[in-house]
């Protein structure tokens, strides 16, 4: 596929906004996406079949039900990185390009600033400031490249937190590496580290979802564990 073609897969509203909402990192029913996009389904059907023909999207089936996620981390990392550019500034500390257009996405963007999902790891305010105390406690380094330090190893075999057994190796994930966050425009975590400390943090009820979007709710429980474990004091 050359690089025009690839490009046009996200031209369209339709289509983006379907690659938008996957960045929660969830499955997500051909109807679901239709109604998010406010397209009729067989619409949405084709659009769909673009995307997974063009290696962005892939397709289960469970029963009479599609479902679609996102490809791969790498396809997850490409959208949100378009996105830095498409709903950012020009510069640092800019902003949103464009101005809600209602009370209630006006809510949502506010919601997700605070802490979201980035495709599988952390990201808004919560990422960021969990990735500042990943480095002031020594347990990510950046020097010689972004690795977990020898302490850091130590630290998430104490919380029985895990990461993939390929990580790091030829073919499989980074460790970690980082990314641009689009609202607060410094670096979160992703990699495997990051999807380990998000998954972790879902399953124990740290956070919650709010709705069927991308931000999150630090709960009371995920609040105490955040500054007992890592120093974290969220406003």
Excluded: K
Aim: net charge positive.
């Amino acid at each position: 596929m050359t690089l025009a073609a690839f490009a046009a897969l996200l031209a369209d509203p339709t289509r983006a906004a379907i690659c938008t909402a996957l960045l929660d990192g969830r499955a997500w029913t051909a109807g679901e996406l239709a109604r998010l996009a406010r397209v009729a389904p067989s619409t949405a059907s084709e659009h769909l079949s673009r995307l997974i023909a063009g290696g962005l999207l892939a397709e289960e089936r469970q029963g009479r039900h599609r479902y679609v996620r996102l490809a791969t981390p790498a396809v997850a990392t490409l959208i949100e990185d378009l996105t830095v550019f498409a709903e950012s500034g020009t510069s640092p500390g800019t902003g949103p390009a464009t101005a809600p257009r209602n009370l209630t996405e006006a809510t949502r963007l506010s919601a997700e600033a605070r802490a979201r999902t980035c495709y599988d790891h952390l990201a808004g305010r919560l990422g960021v400031a969990v990735s500042d105390a990943l480095f002031a406690r020594g347990l990510v380094t950046e020097e010689g490249g972004l690795a977990v330090t020898g302490h850091g190893q130590d630290w998430l075999a104490a919380q029985a937190i895990e990461l993939p057994p390929r990580a790091g190796r030829r073919g499989g994930r980074p460790v970690v590496r980082g990314c641009l966050d689009w609202t607060e425009r410094r670096t979160h975590l992703g990699g495997a580290l990051g999807a380990a400390l998000c998954r972790a943090a879902l399953d124990r009820a740290w956070v919650e979802r709010i709705g069927s979007g991308r931000a999150l709710r630090v709960t009371p429980d995920g609040g105490r564990a955040l500054r007992e474990l890592l120093g974290v004091e969220l406003p």
